[in-house]
Structures are given as C-alpha cells and as structure tokens.
C-alpha cells in the first residue's frame, strides 16, 4: 500500500515541481506591507493546493494580520489526529542585486531550485500536501487523520499565531503537531531538532538636529545622530561579543545537560565553519564545543542593520539628523522576552549622551526559547523513519533559531510538536540566492509516506 | 552710471528670476554618476547665459571630469582684471521624501526660492553674470575686465580644479579672483569669510562573511560586520567628541589671533543656536566662546553617513556580511590632507577585530585649510560695500566649511581671492528645501555693479 503511494509520488516529480514552482514565483514577503497582495495569493494558493488534494475542508482563518490556512481531511475511524504546520510568508528578497536569478523567478540549477522561501517554508510544506494528493489520486485511505494550519506571519514573528491557535483550540485539536518548518542541521548528518531559542526585536532611532546639517558650517558644534547612536550600540557588547545589559540573562536557566553532550560528542570544525561561512578565520580560533554553545545555548544580542546619514555614491558633507538600528536577541530557557526588551531599552537610555532624543519601535510580543518532551514517542518514530530512510541514526540537536509554534501548541493543544522539515540550514534562507536541494524534496515524499504511516500504526 | 545699471536689473527682476529657476531646473548633482546628463546641460547653460551677457570669449573646458566654463570679456584698457568664480554642480537631493516641493522643479514661497542648489551656487554665480548682461543692455562699458571661471566639481570636492587652474594659468590671469561661493554666515549679521577649514574624506567598508547569514542559525558564532564596525568607529572619539585618533592633529598650527578675537567679540547664543538646528539642548550647554572654536578653530572627523544589514520595514533576523561608513574631516591650517587621511586608515586598521576584512574608498585629493590675506585691499572695499548697503559694517570671519579654491588661486595665479556671495549659511544647502532669499537675489545685483565700479576706480 505505501510502495504504491509512494510509487505514484516518484512517478509526478516533475507535475511536483512545477507546482513548487508555481508557488515560489509568488511574492508572499510577510514583513513589508508593500507586499500584501503576494500574501493573500500565496494563501489562496496554499487553499487551493489543499482543496486539490481532496481535503474536504478547507478555509482562510482571518487575523488581525495575514490570514492563516485551515484544512481537514476525511475522518479516519480510530487513527490519531496529526496536525501539520508550515508557514507560506518569506523573507524579503533584498539585497536584489546579489541574487544570480530573479528571486521570484523559481530557477533550477544542479538539481537545486532557487527561489526566495523555497527552502523556509514553500518546499518542506508543499510535501505534505502532496503526499495527501498521491493517497487521494490512489484511492488509498490516509492513515491518519490528518489537518494542516499554514500561517501567514512566521517571518515576522507570528504575531497573532497564538490568538488564532487560542481561538479555534477545539477544531485544531490534536494528538500530536508534525512542523514542516525547522530544518535540519547539517545536509550530511541526519538529526532532529529539540529546543530552540526564543525571539525579541526592537528598532532604536536616535534624534539630534531637526534636519541634516552642513559639515562644514556646523561641523564640531551640532549633534551627530550617526556618531552619537554608533557609541550607545558599541557599549551593548564586550570586545569577544558577550552582552554587557543589565538584567539581560538573568533568568537564564542552565542549558539541558543531553545537548550540552550532544555539542562534546559532535567534533564541530570551526575552521571549516568560517570557510564555510566565507569569513576571514579568526585569531585564535575558537574551540568547537565554544562555538556550537554560543549558537545553540547561549543568547545573543545581534544588530541586524543600522543606517544613517548618507550612503549613496560618492561623498556628501552632512551631519546625520537621524541615526537607527535594528535589534533581535535569541533567548534560552528561562529568559523572558519582555524583560530582555526593558534591560535593552533601559541600558539605551542611561547612555544616551544629552542633546538627543531616542525612540523605540517595538516588535513584540516576543518568543520563549523550546525544548520538546524527550520521551515523546513521536520523536522515536520520526528517528526510525529517517534512519531506515538515510542509513544512519539522527542525533537530537538544538538549534539557535525561533519557532515560536512549539509552546503555542503546548499551551493551547496540550500536545507536543515535533519537527519534520526536508530543508537544510545551508540554504541561504535568510540570504539571497535561497534554494532547495530538490533531492531532499523527492526524499520527503517518501519520508513523510512513512511517518504518516507508522503514526497510524500501520 | 551706475544707477541706471542698477534701475536696468530692478525693472527686469522677474526676468532674472525665470532664468534662475530655468538654471535650478537642471539636476546638475556632480557626485552621483547617474546625474551626468545634468552636469553637461548645466555647464551648457553657464555658457549660455555668458555668452547672452555679451562677453566674447566663452567655452568648456574639458577634464577628466566634469567641465569648467571659462568666460572673458570685452577689453577694458586701464583697468583691473577680475576672475569670478562659482560652480555650477549641486548637492545630492536625497532624502526625497523630505521636500515640500520636488528639488529640481524651483517653487517660490514667501519670497524664497526652493530648489536644490539654488543657493549653493547658482543664484550666487548668476548674480554677477546678469549684471554683466546689464551693462551690455544699457550700452555701458564693464568697470573691469572682466573673466569667469565656472567649475562643475565643487560639491565633489574639485578633484580636477588644480589641474585645470594650473593648465591654463596665463588665460585665468588676473588681478584678483572673487567667489560667487561661500555664504554669508548669518542673515541677520553681515560679515566677510576671511578664512576656511580644509577637507579630506573617505569610506570605510568592512567584510565578515561571505554573505548576511541567518540570526538563528548564526547568532553568536559568526561575525557581525556592523557590530564590529560600530565597535571600530566608536573608538574614533571620547564622549565629548573630541578625535582620538594619533597623529591626527599633529600639524594643526594655533588660530589666527584675530579670528579668536573675533569670536571672543560675538556673543554667539549657544542656546539659541541649538533650538535653530532643532536639536534638545544638551546639558551642560556649552558657552558660545567654545561652541564658535568648535566650528571655525578645530578640527573635525565626521561620520557622514553608516549603513549595513536590513534597513527596511519589520525585522530581518540576518546578521550582516558587510557594514560601511562615509567619513569627512575638517581641517584647520598646517593640517596635511594625507597625513590626516593615513592617521584615519592607521587607527582603523590597528582596532580592526580579527575576524574581518577592512576597505577603504579613497575620496582624495583632499584640500588644505585657506585664509586671506587681512590687508588685501580688495577685502576693504568688500566691507564698504556691504556696509553702504547694509548700514552696518560687516565683521570678517573665519568658517568651518571648505572652499579649495583659495589656495588653488593663490599658488597658480598668486592672486587673493575674495568672498562676496548672496547665499546665507542656513539657507538650507546641503539638506532637503533647500532655498535662497530673493531679496539677497535682488540686493545681490546692486552689490556687485557697486563693487565692480569701486574695484574698476569709478
């Protein structure tokens, strides 16, 4: 029965594809308003391919923001219910000019399609979808009952994800959430991923003069946002990175002794780490076990951008009026978002030299850092698949990013979420030139033919 | 005479104000290459309006960048040689969105004209051009004879002027040059600019990876390329913005004795000065004595302008590859533009974090700190001039900003060069609605035929 969906799947690769493509080409950029239309199509889009794979209910959850997508498939007497999460909002494409093809203009090179979100979230969710078609298209039972709720807001930190979740708990209702957002670690080394950190953001906007000012007249007399805001950001860190806010990991709970071990057992290569990344190798070179700790356990405090004054071609002689940067903290466990945010905030202020005015944006609410229940059977199951699957047992990982799905589930469902996504971490899903190894989108089918099967017992 | 000269350029007043906004029509902006087409139009223009004003002689002057106009007129035997210089290139709109009308379509408004570079330079430089056109009209021999140099590189810091001085010394020569540039320093206080700060400027650009990674992923293990250059420009001042960097006001020479005087004399009101700018007052407020020092007497390193990573609306949890700043210095007399440039690449090197990999855009040549001679007898007849005009005897004064040409002048045609421009200092120059008072358009007019007979001994 499973050879025979599965055997179906192989046979539409390129009818999968060519949907895949179909659905990157679509500009569903969640941060920039600018956008909007690309969201509401990329949402119909995901209804549509749900409505096609025979589910019988399907429908647009409004919000207060981007609208979510709500499916259920045929009542299967006696299986557990699985829900399905993935989110079909992107990163913004910028900066365009680094990116080899259109990033929404899906391309396919060397086996890998390049497109912006083909890797976080479009790949990994439309896997699901499909493998719901090929059991439809068999005339095969699913084995599971199963529903999907794809969201439109991830990429901005799913603001209204746990009211729309609290909202609508009962028909969401679940024995267990199968994320395929989340990737995995490496592309050679199969694992699944136990906790995450958690997600605060801010922007700061530093004021001095009403308007730029003439360098040269007013050069050495009047206020330089530029200069000014450059001396608040650069007491925010110690020379080796770490954070010197007051009050900011306070709460901080020790980190779980099993990834403490999984991080001395793994052998990380920071050498070939900063080849990887095409970054000048520092001197010293950090120790392996340090540097996996600081992506995985320990929380940051990341400028994401700043800007000011002039920046085009050439020289101007301003003094910048207005100077502003952008900030994401990852959190660990125990580290509450709103308190991160009001350390930052107060440590801006208290260094604020006089003759500026300072002014925050506020991106919350936040996200706590995840860990899962190890001893979720789930977890065991998904092992075995990709085992019998790859050939090699997945370790347990954690990882330095926010998927704020997990505690909303916990909190509002009272089930577990366990992470099951065909991309991997080197896929420049933040970057330009974003791609998706195609292989591992025909290893998925499969993968998740299995998964779905061996959750029903089957 | 002179009286129906002046009589002549009163009646035809609206005249001489369509031909400026025509002027201020043309995106003439030297330091972006995409505004080249305006740079030749302007410079076409100039020539024109030269050659309307009836001197015989007008053509461009090629360089290795953008042409000077260089104009002479009838021969006038006996008299005194004058070489009027100006520039036809202008700032840079940006930013846009802060124009009440768009920069290059002139709009009046009480009395004003907005226009980007209507006040630095083009009303000042067609002042004494429609007042030669004048003397043609009312059939009057020019008091002097009279030249022109109109250059299309000042706001880029007139990095082929030298050169081009040099090239055709014996065709410039001339008794004495006097600037249509270089504004007023208020425009309630009249006053002559007998001295300037030099100026040198570079961009700083640094590389961590290869690319913006993801925050999540990366946080905490990969370089941060603003968060290092925030760090490295930080250490460029000490918190009452005095420059840290060794070596880099080694040569500066102590102030001219009758500058500090001067300021010493003018009782400038600090807080005043502050609420003009629209800035907080910053606390302590600084005396006025130190203030004025701080913009005509020291020596500046200003950061013109910083960007890196995302700066667009919402969050991107990226961490940025590159991260760059623009940086201009003022700089006071016995200050070597080189020296001064080195001393900047020195300090920036030495506290580069391992890790990254540190560029520089070199914006050289830079220009050197200028002052007149105070016993030039041109100088005089400027002050009786004004004060005729304006009932009150104008203060000489020193300013922060930059004028290359004086020294250029000076070595090449050993001439002095005098300032008598109708601009006024908070006219907006560098910064959006840029505008120049009409009234100091038309009173602009008298000023120059008065000068113009006094230099020529009527």
């Known amino acids: 029965m499973t050879a025979t969906v599965e055997a179906h799947l192989a046979a539409h690769a390129a009818e999968s594809l060519r949907e895949l493509e179909a659905f990157c080409a679509i500009a569903s950029v969640s941060t920039d308003p600018a956008y909007k239309a690309g969201i509401r199509e990329a949402a119909e889009f995901v209804a549509d391919a749900l409505r096609r794979s025979g589910l019988p209910t399907v429908e647009l959850i409004e919000t207060a923001g981007h609208p979510g997508v709500f499916a259920q498939g045929p009542e299967i007497a006696g299986a557990p219910t699985v829900l399905v999460y993935g989110h079909y909002d992107v990163q913004p494409p ?25 890797s976080d979230d479009k790949g990994p969710l439309l896997i699901p979808i499909l493998v719901a078609r090929a059991y439809r298209d068999c005339r095969k039972d699913l084995p ?37 957002d989340g990737a995995m670690w490496r592309p050679d080394l199969p694992s699944v991923t136990v906790a995450g950190r958690g997600l605060v953001a801010l922007d700061v906007i530093l004021h001095g003069a009403a308007k730029d000012l003439h360098s040269g007249r007013h050069g050495g007399s009047a206020p330089n946002a530029v200069r000014a805001l450059i001396g608040m950001l650069a007491t925010l860190h110690d020379d080796d990175g770490n954070v010197l806010v007051e009050g900011f990991a306070d ?27 095409g970054a000048p190798a520092p001197e010293p070179m950090p120790g392996g076990e340090d540097l996996l700790t600081r992506q995985w356990l320990i929380p940051t405090l990341e400028l994401n951008g700043v800007t000011g004054g002039y920046s085009g071609h050439g020289t101007k002689t301003v003094i910048p009026a207005t100077a502003s940067a952008k900030i994401t903290c990852r959190l660990v466990r125990g580290q509450d978002p709103d308190r991160v945010f009001d350390s930052i905030v107060a440590h801006l202020e208290r260094v604020k030299p006089s003759g500026y005015r300072l002014d925050f944006v506020d991106h919350r609410p936040g996200t ?11 977890l065991a199951i998904v092992q075995d698949v990709l085992q019998d699957l790859l050939g090699a047992r997945p370790i347990r990982v954690a990882m330095g990013a926010t998927i704020p799905i997990g ?44 998964l779905l099967e061996r959750l029903g017992g089957r």
Not at 94 to 118: H, N
Not at 251 to 274: E, M, N, S, W
């Open 94 to 118: 910028d900066p365009l000019d680094k990116w080899q093809t259109p990033p929404f203009e899906p391309t396919v090179r060397e086996d890998r399609l390049y497109a912006r979100g083909v």
């Open 144 to 180: 599971v009952n199963l529903k999907f709720l794809i969201e439109g807001e991830e990429e901005t930190g799913s603001p209204h994800f746990e009211s729309m979740v609290a909202a609508n708990a009962e028909r969401f209702g679940c024995d267990l959430v199968i994320s395929a």
């Open 251 to 277: 709460d901080a709970l020790p980190p779980d002794p099993a990834v403490v071990k999984a991080i001395q057992g793994l052998g990380f290569d920071t050498g070939r780490y900063f080849e990887e990344i």
């Open 368 to 378: 706590s850092a995840f860990s899962i229940d190890p001893d979720l059977p789930a």
């Open 407 to 450: 505690s909303v589930f916990e909190k509002h469902l009272e089930v577990g979420t366990v992470f099951f996504s065909f991309s991997t971490s080197d896929e420049d899903y933040h970057a330009p030139n974003e791609f998706l190894r195609l292989s591992n989108f025909r290893l998925g089918m499969t993968a998740w033919v299995r």
